[in-house]
């Protein structure tokens, strides 16, 4: 199973017709980010990161209650791994 993860972009690099760089903190590790499919992302934005890529650009709200599902599953699988 792939996971998509939403973060908010901290910064941006030179975009080409075949790549965007840029930096994406996703559960507080900045990764390094290919932006290409959100041309118009700005800093700040949060987009949804999937294998490398950031498709989607989406609002704060949406992106924070994913998190939270994050971690109440994560807290689930712990709690059912010798807990």
């Known amino acids: 199973m792939c996971i998509a993860v939403p973060g908010p972009v ?3 690099g030179s975009a080409s017709e075949i790549s ?3 930096r994406v903190s996703i559960l507080g590790y900045e990764r ?8 118009d992302v700005e800093i ?3 987009v949804i990161v999937h294998s490398g890529y950031a498709i ?4 704060p709200e949406r992106a924070r209650r994913t998190l ?4 109440a599953e994560a807290g ?3 709690r059912s791994v010798g807990g």
């Open 20 to 22: 965007y760089p840029g």
């Open 76 to 78: 689930e699988i712990d």
């Open 68 to 71: 939270e599902l994050f971690g």
């Open 44 to 46: 700040g934005d949060y």
């Open 56 to 59: 989607e650009i989406v609002p």
């Open 10 to 12: 901290v910064s941006l």
């Open 32 to 39: 390094e980010v290919d932006l290409v499919m959100v041309p």
